[in-house]
């Protein structure tokens, strides 16, 4: 009887080539799951099926997890204004831990000997997959024939050819993650230094050229309705503001980074949801929140976004990070008022009850209400008595 084993399945030229390998090389028996994190429409999944059955898998299925993925993780990323380096929204690392958790529990299920990812052995794929299974199925075989092989994408195409395969081969020169939260673009311009990547190989296309006024309103931190729409969750908010911004070109850029195994990365991406959220959240937040909220949040979400994307999710610390993101949103409630244009987006204001730039208190650089002038006086002075010391004491020195 042959061996089962449950291959994380995206219908890409990665995860074909697996397919193929794991029951025509390794004669394994092999089931293949796709778990959908927001990136797939019904057709498209119905074609990811069709491929995997036409390779001999010898079942197929499909986990829908946006709302589990919203939930568990990407609200989080939001309440924390999370960009990597300050520039990735963490696109395809923020879906890895959950598709890694869903294909684990899934092998334990139906008693799978082994499980097998489609990563290669120069990114932070298949350290993701292999940790999550480590601790969530710790005695189940990890195969990764992309990585043990060491295959070139030309050789998996290569290979795919010679048994027939039909899949658009051109389309693979590029690696596409699409999720929810944005769409990762990885291809021959992403492994140099210089060069940016063409046009076509983005997901969207630009075709809006006119600016177009546009109100985001968030409660307590979460996107809830785009314009005069206002939705029961908040990911229908999120898929309509992608709807919007996308033809606009509006969130492409290319992040260069560290990657967990030591060397230097760089991968392309479009989101445009998910950047102009964080940026219109933020500025809610700059509204609605004290001095040293906005200063410790800074802190944490640069803890909480490195270790989501170096393999961490699992580490308990991060369920007390969350707690801390939560209670923080819940003044973070009001309107966003925006302008999109091709390939960027401007940030009018904001409308919000708890809007701490009251004019009752006074207006910045015009009027105080809540002080006075002598009040001023006898804080500054106070303010610059420890320093007024130290300079006296030693004359010149940090001037």
């Not at 983005?202 to 546009?214: A, D, R």
């Not at 509006?250 to 230097?264: A, E, L």
């Not at 937040?285 to 170096?310: C, F, M, P, R």
């Amino acid at each position: 009887m042959k061996k089962k084993v449950i291959l994380a399945y995206s219908g890409g030229l990665d995860t074909t080539y697996c397919a193929l390998y794991l029951s025509r090389v390794l004669e394994y028996e092999v089931h293949a799951v796709t778990i959908n994190t927001g990136g797939f429409t019904r057709v498209e999944l119905d074609e990811i099926k069709q491929r995997a059955l036409s390779l001999g898998v010898v079942s197929y299925t499909c986990i829908d997890s946006v709302v589990e993925y919203y939930e568990s993780c990407l609200k989080y990323l939001l309440f924390g204004n999370v960009l990597k380096n300050n520039t990735y929204p963490l696109s395809v690392s923020a879906e890895r831990t959950i598709q890694a958790k869903l294909i684990a529990e899934h092998a334990l299920k139906v008693g799978a000997h082994a499980i097998c990812h489609g990563s290669t052995g120069a990114g932070n794929d298949q350290i993701r997959f292999d940790v999550a299974f480590h601790v969530l199925a710790p005695h189940m075989k990890i195969i990764t024939p992309i990585r043990d092989l060491k295959l070139s994408r030309e050789e998996e195409m290569a290979f795919l050819k010679e048994n027939k395969v039909d899949m658009n081969f051109e389309k693979a020169k590029y690696s596409i993650n699409k999720g929810l939260w944005g769409t990762s673009v990885g291809g021959n311009e992403t492994l140099t230094s210089d060069q940016y990547l063409p046009e076509e190989a983005f997901p969207s296309q630009v075709h809006k050229t006119t600016s177009e006024q546009h109100t985001l309103l968030f409660d307590n931190g979460e996107l809830v309705g785009v314009d005069t729409e206002v939705y029961n969750h908040p990911i229908k908010a999120i898929k309509k503001l992608e709807e919007l911004a996308s033809p606009f070109g509006i969130g492409r850029d290319i992040h260069v980074g560290d990657t967990i195994i030591g060397i230097k990365g760089r991968v392309g991406f479009e989101a445009s949801a998910a950047l102009i959220a964080i940026k219109a959240h933020h500025l809610l937040e700059k509204h609605t929140l004290s001095k040293h909220q906005l200063a410790i949040k800074d802190q944490l979400a640069v803890v909480y976004g490195n270790w989501l994307h170096e393999a961490m999710f699992l580490d308990p610390v991060m369920r007390n990070i969350e707690t801390f993101f939560k209670h923080s949103q819940s003044s973070v409630s009001g309107k966003v008022f925006m302008t999109f244009l091709p390939y960027r987006f401007i940030l009018n204001g904001v409308e919000s009850q708890f809007d701490l730039m009251s004019d009752q208190f006074g207006q910045y650089g015009e009027n105080n209400k809540a002080w006075t002038g002598e009040d001023v006086k006898g804080f500054s002075k106070i303010m610059a008595n420890a320093l007024t010391i130290y300079h006296q004491i030693n004359p010149g020195y940090g001037q």
